[in-house]
């Protein structure tokens, strides 16, 4: 063997890295279950607990059971939930979507009284309430109608704020939704009510899993005439300057995965604005389906994509690993 030639280090990186304590000591980004949104998927019935195939462990779930799953949440440390509808009927408008008894309306109730101090998000958009799956109404030759579509998304949230939704999350990307929104809002006395704008929302293929939940896949056509190109991030840039002069409380990317950079994009841009990022039904069976082929190590993996959101500079996470990954990072097993 040759002697060890000598190299007079003076910069030598691996010092910190010797011991847990050291790591932890210079470990710039941190996790905690404070920096979850758990989204759930409401169904009508009771008793329900319908799994979805292509996301193992969710499922649609009746009011009931939708309590159930937010004192557990909430029991975690996770601070709030977002709520998507499945409604009993749709219709070319979505008529349940604001109905004050409406699927969502029903649940907001019903988890506020049973957890008051969890925050309730609402999604606002038409598109799992219509009978042609669209996130606005149509004219007659199947366009997305841009200013008619406004003035329902209004009334949905101002019915989501009746219901008791503590935070109103506008998602389908129609021009001028977050000002409409927050006009009528404010009209009907809600002026204190925060708006979470999924400000920048690419035409992503990472929702299929999504839209078997929701049953929200468009009956014809897509949504590449109001969802963002997955080419463009300057034009993300223009979009979420667009939602904070409307009043924009909170910005949002999703996916988020495939687009940290238009995470750290925005973070550098709006540093004053809480950024969320949606951790899509795509991203979360592709680790639930390696791992249980056995080919990746779900609880790492999931830590350390949910890491990685952080470290882009994303401040709150919309997940659906968020049960198992507060269970996790309770039990200090990072
Ligand atoms: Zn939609």
Request: proline fraction near 6%; charge should be negative.
């Amino acid at each position: 063997m040759t002697p060890t030639k000598q190299y007079n280090l003076t910069m030598r990186p691996r010092r910190l890295r010797q011991t847990p304590q050291l790591r932890a000591m210079v470990r710039e980004t941190s996790l905690d279950a404070a920096d979850f949104i758990y989204p759930l998927f409401i169904t009508h019935g009771e008793n329900v607990r319908q799994p979805i195939a292509s996301m193992p462990g969710i499922a649609q779930l009746s009011v009931d059971e939708a309590v159930v799953e937010v004192k557990e949440a909430a029991a975690l440390g996770i601070p709030a939930v977002i709520l998507f509808g499945i409604p009993a009927h749709k219709d070319p408008i979505g008529l349940e979507n604001f109905a004050p008894d409406g699927i969502i309306q029903q649940a907001i109730r019903a988890i506020k009284t049973a957890v008051p101090h969890l925050l309730v998000i609402t999604d606002v958009c038409l598109c799992e309430y219509t009978d042609h799956g669209h996130c606005g109404l149509l004219d007659e030759a199947g366009n997305v109608l841009n200013d008619e579509t406004l003035a329902v998304l209004a009334d949905i949230a101002i019915s989501h704020a009746a219901a008791g939704a503590n935070i109103v999350a506008p998602s389908g990307m129609m021009d001028g939704m977050v000002g409409a929104i927050r006009a009528g809002l404010d009209d009907a006395g809600y002026t204190q009510l925060p708006i979470m704008s999924y400000a920048v929302k690419y035409a992503s293929a990472f929702y299929g899993p999504f839209r078997d939940a929701a049953d929200g896949a468009p009956k014809f056509g897509d949504r590449k005439t109001h969802q963002m190109d997955p080419a463009n991030v300057r034009e993300a840039l223009r979009e979420a300057q667009l939602d904070v002069a409307e009043g924009a409380d909170f910005l949002m990317v999703k996916p988020g995965l495939p687009y940290l950079d238009v995470v750290r994009t925005l973070r550098d841009a709006f540093p004053e604005r809480p950024l969320a990022v949606y951790n899509v039904s795509g991203e979360y069976a592709m680790i639930k389906a390696a791992a249980a082929n056995g080919w990746l190590d779900e609880k790492r993996v999931v830590l350390e994509s949910l890491l990685g959101f952080k470290r882009a500079g994303a401040d709150l996470i919309i997940t659906y690993h968020a049960l198992d990954a507060a269970q996790w990072l309770g039990n200090n097993e990072q």
